[in-house]
Nanobody, 126 residues
């Protein structure tokens, strides 16, 4: 059993930055993939970014490329998301997720991820 706990959300003005963290407890593997998804008001949950737990390949949604950076610390079982140049449309609950299925690359679909955190709110004011 794996538990994921997010932290770091908050209220920020447009153009500002935040850093989200996700701590994983339980057994994990370097072959797993961590991801961040988000769900804005009245919207479907959407993919943001993913990274292989052991390092290397990353994947980003087009809407966040160049602004958000995903990173991981395998030894500490944490994954971070640096959010820069935030926009009001980035307002959402951000969720950390874990995919334990062996894959050649990270998935961008939420149905691939078996474990989820409780979410952390990010609000960007204009």
């Amino acid at each position: 059993q794996v538990q994921l706990v997010e932290s770091g959300g908050g209220l920020v003005q447009a153009g500002g930055s935040l850093r989200l963290s996700c701590a994983a407890s339980g057994r994990t593997s370097s072959s797993y993939y961590f991801a961040w998804f988000r769900q804005g008001p009245g919207k479907e949950r959407e993919f943001v970014a993913a990274v292989r737990a052991g390092g290397g390949e990353t994947r980003y949604a087009d809407s966040v490329k160049g602004r958000f950076t995903i990173s991981r610390d395998f030894a500490r079982s944490t994954v971070n998301l640096q959010l820069n140049n935030l926009k009001p449309e980035d307002t959402a609950v951000y969720y950390c997720a874990l995919d334990m299925t062996p894959r050649s690359s990270p998935s961008g679909t939420r149905y691939a991820y078996e474990y989820w955190g409780q979410g952390t709110q990010v609000t960007v004011s204009s």
